[in-house]
C-alpha cells in the first residue's frame, strides 16, 4: 500500500465490533504511515424495511438515527473533527454502556459529546430531522457500492478493495497492529479475494 493511499474507514457509532475496528486503525496510524479517511454509514439505513428483526433490535435501529445524522452534518461541515467526535461518543457508547433504543435515545450523548470536541451544540438537533438524511444516504452508498450490500459495519477500503470487516472482538496494539494491516492489505490486492469468516464464539472487549 503506497503512502499517498487513504484507509476509507465507514462506521455506524452504536456497533461494538465497528469500534474496535476503529481503535485497531488508531493503532496502526501509529506504527504505518496512513492517513484515515472516518466517514459515517447507517445500520438504519442498512437495515430499513426488514420487519423480520427482532423487535429490541429494530428499537436499537430506531435510536442510531439520531448519531447517523449528526455524523452526516459534522462529515459535511467540519470534516476534520469526525474523528474526534467518533472518539468522543464512542467511548460513552462502548466504555461508558450507553447504549440506547427508541427514536432519542441518543441525545444525551450526542449533546456530550458535541461539547467535548468544541462542536456547536445546534447540531444535536438534526439528531431529530431528516435534514440531513440525503447527505447520509449519500456516504451510505459509497460504502455498499464499495462492497455491495450483504454487510453490516464497519466497511473498510484499503487502497482500490473495500471490505466488510474486519471483524474482531480485542483490539491488536503496537506492532500486531501494524502486521495484522499489513495482512489486510495484501489480501485486499490479490483481485480474486473475497472473503474469510468463522462463527464468533466471544463477545468484544474494549480494553
Known amino acids: 500500500m503506497k503512502v499517498e493511499d487513504t484507509v476509507q474507514f465507514w ?29 459515517p454509514m447507517s445500520l438504519s439505513v442498512l437495515n430499513e424495511g426488514r420487519d423480520e428483526l427482532p423487535e429490541d433490535y429494530k428499537e436499537k435501529m430506531k435510536a442510531n438515527w439520531g448519531p447517523a445524522r449528526v455524523f452526516a452534518a459534522v462529515k459535511t461541515n467540519y470534516p476534520e473533527k469526525v474523528d474526534a467526535l467518533y472518539t468522543a461518543m ?11 433504543s427508541g427514536f432519542g435515545g ?33 456516504f451510505h452508498g459509497a460504502a455498499m457500492k464499495a462492497v455491495g450490500d450483504e454487510v453490516g459495519t464497519p466497511v473498510i477500503k484499503l487502497g482500490k478493495s473495500g471490505f466488510f470487516g ?9 506492532e500486531e497492529a ?30
Do not use: M
Not at 464512542?90 to 440506547?100: C, D, L, P, Q, S
Open 166 to 174: 474486519p471483524v474482531l472482538t480485542r483490539i491488536p496494539v503496537g
Open 11 to 39: 462506521f455506524d457509532v452504536s456497533c461494538p465490533y465497528c469500534w474496535i475496528a476503529s481503535r485497531w486503525i488508531k493503532q496502526v496510524e501509529k506504527v504505518r504511515d496512513i492517513k484515515v479517511d472516518w466517514t
Open 106 to 138: 441518543y441525545d444525551a450523548v450526542i449533546k456530550e459529546s458535541l461539547d467535548e470536541v468544541g462542536l456547536p451544540a445546534s447540531l444535536a438537533e438534526i439528531a431529530n430531522t431528516e435534514e440531513y438524511d440525503k447527505k447520509l444516504r449519500k
Open 90 to 100: 464512542g467511548n460513552k457508547v462502548h466504555i461508558g454502556g450507553r447504549v440506547a
Open 178 to 207: 501494524g502486521e495484522l494491516f499489513d495482512a489486510a492489505v495484501r489480501l485486499g490486492e490479490y483481485p480474486h479475494f473475497f472473503e474469510l469468516k468463522r462463527t464468533r464464539t466471544e463477545k468484544p472487549e474494549f480494553d
